[in-house]
Structures are given as structure tokens and as C-alpha cells.
């Protein structure tokens, strides 16, 4: 369940030329979905932003985690961004500050959250919440950043860090209390604070232990979501017992199998992308090392690349065998259980 003030605060940021986006997405979308023919009249009304590839933390399904990149580490920096927001502000109405990394080691993070809040765009992230210092929370509320993802994998650190490994619970509390403090001083609406429960087989005992956390806190909204194996052909410690939290299934010969019938077409084509921190247009956040590059802001503008022939025959060989798209294979759109 949406929390109300935050739908209202959304539809807030809706003028006219970013509700005419959006009804050019859904129908052209609507469109090559019927007929396979692909038609694309429009950016998309939402787009990912990667503030960096660096990560504090190791967490074993997360190739920043990892350390397991192919592709460079590094910090978007502000001229880039500004020069994509000042191409798209007014039509994108959503931007998300998060594709790999932890946001709040881009020291520039906040001032990037100022700038596209500064031009009416709804602007969310999510955070290990490791470095929300009383000072990064003042920051944090004053931005105008409009939701906060907190993850909290655990209500206790011994089963918090078996995922969040090297990561402090303590931390993670304290820094959403720093928030809600300085929302509360600050009479501020926003940001909106959600916990977000990543459900494994070690914690999804918790589920009941997360809410009532939440609660008394004064956290907005908890989500609970699936987690994605990268190896769950054969099992994972890791793939939960409660079949509502698992993307995967288990098979008669102890085999598992992803439980999305991978239909030939995909909503994020349309309406959404994801640029890394060098400025590399990737189709969305399965693509984590940037194999599919559909073209780069160095070189070119966001709308060429958006409607170039790589991003079409992209699009068409989706339509076509989404299953044959190695990208596509652990894809579980919509996977967000509401609490």
C-alpha cells in the first residue's frame, strides 16, 4: 500500500508536458505490446542515475559488494548530471539516485539531489544508511530529496550482518533516527522514509519483528522484497522457505527455477533507463555491468541515444524472445511486496 502523502507529493511534481510523457509512454508501450511494431514517440518519464560504483559494505548477491565489476569504479560527477537534467527536466517527473554503490560516498550526492529537486523533479534513493550522520541527515532533509529507501535486513545484528556483511545495525537505527529528527525540526514533509526488508532465508523470521521496528520509530513504510540469486539453479542458502518472498521455485529434482513466465515485452523499456556514473545508457537495473550499453552522454544527447537503432532493435528483439536476452533470464519485474 502507497502511503498517502507520498502519492500526493508525486502527483504534485505532474505539470503538463510531463503528463503528456507519460500518456505517450503508456501508449506507445500499449501499442508495440499489441502489435510488436515498435513505436516510441517520447523519453521516458523516469530515469536511474548511479552516483557511484563504490560500496562500504559486501554483500554476497551485489557485484559492488563483490568487487566483481568488469566495468570501472568511480563518482558521477556534477556537470554530467547537470547537463542530463537540464535536457530532461521537463518531462521526466521520477529520478532515482541508485543503480550499484552507496550514494552518500558521492560527496556531491546532496547538491545533485538539490539541483533536480530545484527543478520540480520527484527524487528518491536507497541507502545501507551507514553514513547518515546527524549532519548528512540535515542535508538530507534541506536537499528536497522527496523518498529515502533505507535497507534493514535484520532486526538483530547477528542476523543483520549474515547479508550486510561488515555492516552495523546500529548504524543503520541510528541514522533513520537522525532523519526523522531533523524532519521533525525542520517541519518537513519529505523525505519519505521506507524500510526495505530484503527477504532471505536468514532473516525471514523478522518479517513481524521489521514492522513493529518501524513503527515505533515513526518509519513511513515498510517494503519487503524478493532477492535475486545470481546462481539459483541449484539452490541458494539464501532463497527463503516462504514461497511469497521467493522469486524461485523449487523443482521435482531439487533443481530451482525463477517464477517469471518472461512474456515478450517489458514496461521498463518505455519508461524507464539507467545511466551510470560515467554516463553509459544501460536498459535497466539488470544490466549491472553495463553489458548492453545502448550509448553514451559523452558523446552524444540523451534523446539521440533514446531513440537510436541500437535502443530500437533492443526493443524489438524483446518483443520478439524476451527469454533469449541474457539480462532478461533472473528478471522478476515487480517484486516488491507491500507490507
Known sequence: ???????????????FKRLITLLKVFVSYQYSKITGNVVHPSVPYSIAIEP?????????ECPSGLRSFTRPTGMLNIAMFSKIIDELYQQISYLIFYFQGEPYLNTSFLEMVKYAS??????????????????????????????????????????????????????VLEGTKNILAWKK????????????????????????EVKKMAKELGVGEVRFKTAQIHDYENGSPLIP???????????????????????????????????????????????????????????????????SAPYIQFRKSLLKSRSEI????????????WA
Open 185 to 208: 525540526k525542520l517541519h518537513a514533509s519529505t523525505p519519505h522514509v521506507i524500510f526495505q526488508f530484503l527477504v532471505v532465508k536468514p532473516n525471514q523470521h523478522q518479517l513481524k
Open 1 to 15: 500500500m502507497i502511503a498517502t502523502g507520498d502519492a500526493l507529493n508525486l502527483l504534485s511534481k505532474m505539470t
Open 118 to 171: 530545484s527543478k520540480g523533479i520527484y527524487t528518491a534513493t536507497s541507502t545501507n544508511a551507514h553514513y547518515l550522520t546527524d549532519e548528512n541527515a540535515r542535508k538530507t532533509v534541506e536537499s528536497g530529496l522527496d523518498r529515502l529507501i533505507i535497507s534493514i535486513d535484520g532486526t538483530t545484528q547477528e542476523v543483520y550482518e549474515q547479508y550486510r556483511i561488515g555492516g552495523s545495525l546500529e548504524k
Open 241 to 307: 522457505d516462504i514461497d511469497k518472498y521467493a522469486r524461485y521455485r523449487k523443482n521435482a529434482d531439487n533443481t530451482y527455477s525463477i517464477k517469471n513466465s518472461l512474456l515478450n515485452h517489458c514496461w521498463k523499456m518505455w519508461h524507464s533507463c539507467v545511466i551510470t556514473w560515467d554516463g553509459k545508457i544501460v536498459p535497466c537495473c539488470f544490466d549491472k555491468d553495463a553489458h548492453l550499453v545502448m550509448g553514451e552522454l559523452k558523446t552524444n544527447t540523451f534523446k539521440e541515444i533514446w531513440n
Open 326 to 337: 541474457d539480462m532478461c533470464k533472473n528478471c522478476t519485474e515487480g517484486t516488491t511486496v
Open 52 to 60: 557511484t560504483t563504490s560500496c562500504n559494505l559486501r554483500c554476497p
